[in-house]
């Protein structure tokens, strides 16, 4: 009896918003795989404060995700992307 395997919150497939998908591309992702990408984004421009690692300094691409903010931490990080993915 094949048992039908339940996706996680994490594993289910998303819509990121139109700012967020300016950031991690306009296709369906998991809670995960945005994460994954939006760390890919900070890393690779530079956008972690260097005094602080834990926070977030938002470029023109990701202050509208973080509701306009100029730096967000990695848990309110977290909050803001819920915001943007159905």
């Given amino acids: 009896m094949a048992t039908e395997k339940k996706t996680n919150a994490l594993q ?10 300016a950031v991690v591309g306009a296709g369906q992702l998991s809670r995960g795989e ?3 990408k939006i760390w ?3 890393k690779k421009n530079n956008l ?3 005094a602080n690692k834990r926070e ?9 995700v973080f509701d306009g903010k ?10 803001h992307l819920a915001k943007h993915l159905k």
Avoid: C, G
Wanted: hydrophobic share 40%; glycine share 0%.
């Fill in 12 to 21: 289910k497939p998303l819509t990121p918003s139109a700012e967020l998908a």
């Fill in 34 to 36: 945005t994460v994954s």
């Fill in 40 to 42: 890919e984004y900070i």
């Fill in 70 to 79: 100029d730096a967000v931490s990695m848990f309110e990080m977290n909050k």
């Fill in 56 to 64: 977030i300094l938002a470029d023109a691409k990701l202050k509208p």
């Fill in 48 to 50: 972690q404060n260097p």
